[in-house]
């Protein structure tokens, strides 16, 4: 019970509360952010879902069998099926191609639709698709057809009657190759219309959601009996941008959670280090009365222990209650309803107070039982144990397996470590800077200000790699937070090409392009495009080289291969030479001919139309898929594949003002198919914008537990000043005098830590954009003027608030407490 005693002595004595105070500090903020952090992400991912309109499907090009269904019935999975196609609808005399969606009942799963009863009004979120017997159309279909709300639509031999206008469908950008307008059935409906026949090419889905357990269960039962034309997709495949986006998300709120971590270990290792030279003169008492180092470190571990735990468990619930606040004040900003908090943030609050305690404040207190009895006579409590390497082990180590285990990725790991490795490094360097500066020529608040942190200069370097913590961890932040944001808006720039024409017949092609000119549409160029599969590499057929192999998908399907002299913009060669240097051979994009193990000079035999072109590989190319342009994977040199029958293919920007274009465009060029982006690019650009919001809160979170959590370790490091500064007044020092030399001591020290926490950060930056977000990395100036003035700022200020007390209250009061 003698631990226990203490530990309440010591408590109401406020020794104890600085730790106290770091401890809960630490694990508030972490639990906080993990609550936060794995809220935020289940609600993305559910937002996310609402693009492929259930958590997964089934994609077919013929219906399944009938058991399959059954078996995710029984696991309890909710269902829901669309089939797709493009057919002619009629209205009198007008006719117009249209792709047309039937949807069960339960459609969608994820995610809502959005319909209009009448032209004029608000569009509203609907629970199912259209009734029996009704059809919707998108708006531009009315002009086209000449129709009106209650009209009849002819769709194949069924007359369906228009009931309402659609407006937003969630999976319509897994249907981007979808011919013409929009048309939603009801599935009962489809048999009437005798539009499905065989040979009819129907693309046919089945959505699941529920369970996760059930979920999994069921596709790793169904997943070993799909065919080759059958396939499942979930987001990353259906939505790879999205799932890239929220990926990104995740590393990013990992990150944050990492830098909590790191920002709390140090408090609580200022704190019991504090805590530790306070308690010299107890240990040396009390082993001069006869007690052994054993039963010393016994009582020190007993009150850490219960400490732990008491700070602990108030920090899961302080967070725990922030976390609640926050979301609950944040919860139309959510991309979705947000789900309830689970036990996992819980266990990350625990640990990280449990390691922090244990990896920090626990080396201090060691040294405590190797305290030589003798020290209550010199009461030097200033200079730092020899054998405190244990805490710059055991602590660094502490942390680097919890930010492994809580980021659960190496390369943030070793980022944050190798920007602490250099704050150390650094530290020391710029400590001996300071120290030896120059005393004589300087004035009163100067030469007490660099006298301090001569006296101190081995402590000085712990202080001014905690301060550089601080700083890099929020430098850090700001700066990835905004790489990472602007890279994610820069993916879909303002005026990315919206809309796509393909199969544009070649004598259509120069028509066309006048007519975009006409009305001020500016086009991308317009490529020549066959479909060819890929048949033999090096005179390897394609099914042996396939074979065993899954990275080797494109070999199983038709390609689209072009043709053209000019390097399109946004296409960069990699290796090999372009046709201004060859005028023979196939260009590969970068990617794949890396799955194909392809090589420069390697022959490509494609099969197109029956007949088979062989190439060499001429180049290999680089793109950026998402500048919304035409992309291949396979470019031909001129000349090549010219003697077959091609289509054309282009893309253009149209601002929503100009939508009636459309209908002119396809009126005058029917046989034209259309895919219309622009409803796609503003959902995932809001999905994308409620993702940068998400992490601006976040980061308004780490921002601040950054502040509070240094000055908790000032406070932890000045504690000793405060008597000489009483010493200093009692001498004659004016209060203005010792303020002066605060800030100018803090401030040192300060923009001491801000120059190293600007070259942490660069380097963190450098591993985390190319290693992490996988983004180019360029250097960024203005942290070099921000980390030395936020340092200065930051640490001078806090300092010098957190001494306060040695300057207001009377100097026989300060030397009366410290005693």
């Not at 539009?195 to 357990?213: E, H, I, K, N, W």
């Not at 060859?582 to 494609?606: C, I, K, P, Y």
């Amino acid at each position: 019970m003698l631990p226990l005693k203490l530990l309440f002595r010591d408590w109401r004595g406020g020794e104890l509360a600085l730790i106290a105070t770091a401890l809960v500090l630490a694990v508030s903020c972490v639990t906080a952010i993990a609550h936060f952090g794995d809220r935020l992400t289940r609600a993305m991912h559910i937002q996310s879902q609402t693009f492929l309109a259930a958590e997964r499907v089934v994609r077919s090009s013929r219906p399944v069998e009938e058991a399959w269904l059954d078996a995710a019935r029984k696991r309890g999975l909710q269902q829901a099926e669309t089939v797709s196609f493009a057919s002619m609808l009629s209205a009198g005399e007008q006719f117009q191609l249209a792709a047309i969606k039937a949807v069960s009942g339960a459609y969608p799963l994820v995610g809502q639709l959005e319909m209009r009863p009448e032209p004029s009004a608000a569009s509203r979120a609907v629970e199912g698709g259209p009734a029996p017997g009704q059809v919707w159309l998108e708006p531009r279909l009315l002009p086209l057809l000449n129709l009106d709300i209650g009209d009849p639509l002819q769709v194949g031999d069924a007359e369906l009657t228009v009931s309402g206008l659609l407006d937003h469908e969630p999976d319509r950008s897994d249907n981007l190759f979808s011919m013409g307008a929009r048309v939603l059935i009801n599935l009962g409906d489809l048999a009437a219309t005798n539009t499905v026949q065989p040979g009819s090419r129907v693309r046919y889905r089945y959505l699941f959601a529920g369970d996760d357990t059930a979920l999994e269960d069921y596709f790793n039962w169904l997943e070993p009996q799909l065919t080759e034309h059958q396939r499942v997709i979930d987001l990353q495949e259906g939505q790879p941008r999205v799932a890239s986006a929220l990926e990104r998300a995740e590393s990013f709120l990992y990150l944050a959670g990492s830098l909590a971590v790191l920002l709390a270990s140090v408090a609580v290792g200022l704190a019991a280090r504090r805590y530790s030279l306070r308690h010299t003169s107890y240990v040396a008492v009390m082993k001069s009365l006869g007690a052994g180092r054993g039963q010393v470190l016994r009582i020190y571990l007993g009150q850490l222990a219960g400490l732990a735990l008491l700070a602990t468990a108030a920090g899961l619930l302080i967070g725990s209650v922030i976390q609640a606040q926050a979301v609950s004040l944040m919860a139309d900003f959510f991309p979705a309803e947000p789900p309830p908090s689970r036990a996992q943030p819980l266990l990350v609050g625990l640990v990280t107070g449990l390691a922090c305690a244990l990896g920090f404040a626990l080396p201090p207190l060691t040294r405590l039982a190797r305290t030589d009895p003798m020290q209550t006579l010199r009461r030097d409590w200033s200079n730092p144990d020899r054998r405190e390497w244990l805490g710059l082990v055991l602590g660094p180590t502490s942390m680097l397996l919890l930010i492994w285990w809580l980021s659960g990725d190496i390369a943030i790991t070793l980022a944050l470590f190798a920007g602490m490795a250099l704050l150390v490094g650094g530290a020391a360097l710029m400590n001996q800077l300071l120290v030896r500066g120059r005393l004589a020529n300087l004035g009163g608040a100067w030469r007490i200000a660099l006298g301090s942190l001569q006296r101190r200069a081995a402590f000085n370097t712990l202080l001014i790699a905690a301060f550089g913590t601080g700083l890099l961890a929020m430098l850090a932040l700001v700066f990835a937070r905004t790489t990472l944001i602007e890279e994610w808006r820069m993916q879909l720039p303002e005026n990315a090409p919206n809309h796509f024409l393909f199969n544009i017949a070649p004598h259509d092609a120069e028509g066309m392009e006048a007519m975009l000119a006409e009305h001020n549409v500016t086009s991308t160029e317009f490529y020549p495009m066959v479909r060819g599969r890929l048949v033999a590499i090096n005179d390897i057929p394609a099914k042996e080289y396939n074979e065993g192999s899954e990275r080797v998908g494109a070999l199983r399907r038709e390609l689209n291969l072009s043709w053209t002299e000019n390097l399109a913009p946004d296409n960069r060669i990699l290796e090999g030479q372009w046709w201004d240097e060859t005028d023979e051979g196939v260009s590969v994009e970068v990617e794949l001919a890396a799955r194909l193990n392809l090589a420069l000079g390697d022959q490509l035999r494609f099969s197109i139309g029956g007949l088979e072109v062989e190439a060499p590989v001429a180049s290999f190319r680089s793109l950026d898929w998402n500048s919304m342009r035409p992309n291949f994977f396979m470019i031909f040199a001129p000349g090549t594949l010219e003697d077959f029958p091609a289509t054309y293919i282009t893309s253009f920007y149209l601002p929503p003002e100009k939508k009636l274009f459309v209908n002119e465009l396809v009126r005058q060029y029917p046989s034209v198919s259309l895919i219309e982006l622009d409803k796609i690019i503003e959902r995932i650009r809001d999905t994308i914008g409620q993702v940068s919001l998400a992490i601006e809160s976040v980061m308004a979170l780490m921002l601040v537990a950054g502040v509070l959590v240094l000055i908790a370790g000032v406070r932890a490091s000045i504690a000793e000043r405060l008597q000489e500064a009483a010493i200093i007044r009692t001498l004659g020092g004016r209060r203005r005098l010792l303020v002066q030399s605060l800030l100018v001591e803090f401030g040192l020290l300060g923009t001491a830590a801000g120059l190293l926490a600007a070259a942490g950060a660069e380097l963190t930056l450098a591993v985390l954009s190319q290693r992490v977000f996988e983004l180019p990395f360029a250097w960024h100036p203005l942290l070099w003027l921000l980390g030395p003035v936020a340092g200065a700022l930051l640490v001078g200020t806090a300092g010098t608030l957190a001494c306060r007390s040695s300057v207001s209250q009377p100097p026989l009061k300060v030397l009366r407490e410290l005693a």
